[in-house]
């Protein structure tokens, strides 16, 4: 496996805190990252884009629900209790965003790269998985609305 490009990941670490601090009103700040492992259960709301162009691969928002409401909630200026419509649509879009802004980092720094339509995953114990000959990096945020996790898992084209 090869090893992932540090000048694919700055730009959604980057994009990640900027969007949460536009977006939300919250900051991000990023506290570990990490490759991912077998085994990382996730419970809660993830948004997964695809990206193409010199690399192909995906990027993963992850969220708890309780940041997931929390998170959308300030996005939107509503209060929300539980998983619902609003919900998967707020994390859509910001998955969305947090993609298009990397991508426009990216293409800054001369790597083109097209974002293809959010899915949305809500559920207790699932795990999102890449192609095993990709490295998945974790990068892990902390905020005052919770924590959360960009997955980025992109290889370069030959």
């Known amino acids: 496996m090869n ?5 694919y990941i ?8 900027h ?8 900051e991000a700040k990023r506290d570990k990252i990490y490759l991912k492992g077998q ?10 884009i695809g990206m193409g162009g010199v690399a192909s691969g995906a990027v993963v928002l992850n969220l708890s ?3 997931a409401l929390q998170a959308v909630g ?7 209790t539980e998983v619902n419509g609003d919900i ?3 994390v859509g879009e910001l998955i969305n965003i947090v993609a298009g802004d990397a991508k426009n980092r990216l293409v800054k720094n001369g790597y083109a790269f097209d974002i293809g339509l959010p899915k949305i995953i809500v559920g207790d114990n699932y795990f999102t998985s890449q192609s095993s000959t990709v ?3 974790v990068i892990l945020f902390s905020s005052e609305i919770g924590p959360f996790s960009v997955e980025v898992s992109l290889k370069k084209e030959s």
Do not use: H, L, Q, R
């Open 74 to 80: 300030k996005f939107v200026g509503e209060e929300y």
């Open 135 to 137: 490295p998945c990096v």
């Open 39 to 48: 085994g990382d259960d996730i419970t809660g709301v993830s948004g997964v």
């Open 19 to 26: 969007t949460f601090e536009t977006m939300c009103g919250v």
């Open 65 to 67: 629900v309780e940041t």
């Open 88 to 90: 998967i649509d707020g």
């Open 3 to 7: 090893a992932p490009n540090v000048e």
């Open 10 to 17: 700055n730009p959604f670490v980057d994009a990640a805190s």
